[in-house]
């Protein structure tokens, strides 16, 4: 058990805590739980904060005046973190360290009442701990410094100087992750992008997409500041270019990633492109990329731990539906290595694991599995790429129009059939050649 540095605010713990205290502990915890949780007691923790979650802020106010406990339950960050997103627009909105007195100062600023930037919400004198293993959790992950033993693995090859031949003969047929070491730091963008005022500037009046909300690039810097969420909220956004000219000419692709067959479509083509930003703790949890594509992975600034597990092999504590469209994993990043990342290494099929830093550039090969943890700020850039080394199976895959993604749903039938024109038109040799490998290619997906 990994001990974390202060106390959960309002003084939860979890129950294993029992096991260490006096023996009659967990028996008074358990009744203390039904003397301040009244007829919430027969709750699970889940269900007691799915009810709180149709509460509206006076409702959860008025319960936090209940009891310790009620006011631990009713604090719950995501419980105020849904409020503030519900009812002021992000453009508008302020950042503050819990989503509570981000909500209420937002709320009194827009009323246009003066708040003290010493003001906080009030704390419950308590007596007794509150015991959730729930609520100490999210806390629990928010907080946790990251053990060495996460970031001590490097299986991944790093190489430099790959013809677009090599690369393709080593690791794109092989289908086989690497590391490339010498195409990021010649790029404007390395020496550019890790400077918030160059981004802040770039994305000047336009807003930037961030875990399915709206934000200015200044907002964005001013929660990532203040955030203390278990999993920060990711910018991910597939417009950068369009927002901002400039940062498409500040990198290049690299010559390994030539061969983008996708751009035989032009505008039509799926989402491709992604500029990345996030805060210590953020990332992507397990999944593999759209389309059956391979990518690349640029960081410009910070530093990215990467696991990455073949396609035939479903990583612990990930559960995916038979086509692999829908996955079910940890709630956060951090949780899945508490629970699973042992795990994963004592696997039948051992992970690739590696530290992304600064000025490096990974190839993601097409199928695999992968997660990546933000372990401080990082910028990077990612793109997804079809070559006529893995043709065959985008094709395969994108003839299924349930499987489609990166388009509008009315466009992601004909995908498949316009793709296969606009090769025949432009590329035929490519689409001749992805004919003589078909028989060899049948068999599952990846």
């Known amino acids: 058990q990994r001990i974390v540095s202060g106390g959960h605010p309002h003084g939860v713990k979890p129950w294993g ?47 936090c005046c209940a009891s310790s406990a009620f006011l631990a339950y009713a604090s719950h960050e995501e419980l105020w973190r849904a409020l503030a997103f519900e009812e002021f627009r992000t453009g508008d909105t302020r950042f503050f360290p819990s989503w509570k007195e981000t909500y209420f100062r937002n709320r009194l600023q827009g009323r246009g009442q003066q708040v003290e930037s010493s003001w906080r919400p009030a704390t419950f004198a308590r007596s007794k701990p509150v015991y959730s293993d729930l609520l100490y959790q999210s806390y629990y992950c928010a907080n946790l410094e990251f053990p060495a033993e996460w970031t001590e693995r490097e299986n991944v090859p790093r190489r430099s100087g790959l013809s677009l031949e090599d690369f393709q003969r ?13 195409v990021v ?18 994305f000047e009046n336009q807003l930037v ?17 203040e955030a ?27 010559r390994a990633f030539s061969e983008d067959l996708f751009g ?15 805060p210590k703790r953020s990332g992507s949890s397990f999944h593999k990329d759209p389309n059956a594509t391979s990518a690349w992975n640029a960081v410009i600034s910070g530093r990215k731990k990467w696991i990455l597990f073949p396609p035939d092999f479903t990583p612990p504590g990930v559960h995916a539906s038979d086509c692999g469209l829908h996955v079910a994993t940890s709630v956060s990043i951090i949780e899945w290595f508490l629970n699973f990342y042992d795990e ?5 099929v051992q992970p690739r694991e590696c530290v992304v830093e600064a000025g490096e ?15 401080e700020e990082s910028v990077a850039i990612t793109q997804n790429f079809a070559s006529s080394v893995n043709v065959n199976h985008v094709l395969r895959y994108v003839e299924n129009a349930d499987l489609v993604s990166g388009l509008e749903q009315e466009k992601r039938a004909g995908l498949h059939s316009a793709f296969k024109e606009a090769l025949r038109l432009h590329r035929p040799e490519v689409l001749e050649g992805a004919a003589r490998r078909g028989p060899k290619a049948k068999g599952r997906l990846a």
């Open 209 to 225: 997409h961030v875990g399915g909300y709206q934000f200015t690039m200044a907002q964005y810097y001013e929660y990532a500041d």
């Open 344 to 348: 994963a290494r004592d696997s039948e």
């Open 361 to 375: 550039c990974i190839f993601v090969p097409r199928g695999w599995w992968h997660l990546v943890l933000n372990l």
């Open 228 to 254: 203390g969420d278990e999993m920060p909220l990711y910018l991910f956004d597939k417009r950068f270019a369009e927002k901002s000219p400039r940062l498409a000419e500040d990198y290049h692709v690299p």
């Open 17 to 63: 805590t029992l096991m260490f205290g006096n023996p009659q502990g967990y028996r008074q915890a358990v009744e203390s739980r039904k003397k301040t949780l009244g007829s919430f007691s027969r709750l699970d923790d889940a269900l007691i904060l799915t009810v709180l979650g149709s509460f509206n802020a006076k409702e959860l106010c008025a319960l």
């Open 185 to 202: 730091r010649s790029w404007p963008a390395f020496e550019r992008w890790g400077s918030r005022s160059y981004l802040n500037k770039a």
């Open 264 to 278: 035989v479509l032009g505008d039509c083509r799926p989402d491709y492109r992604w500029l990345i930003v996030g």
């Open 170 to 182: 080593l690791y794109e047929r092989p289908n086989q992750p690497v590391i490339l070491t010498d």
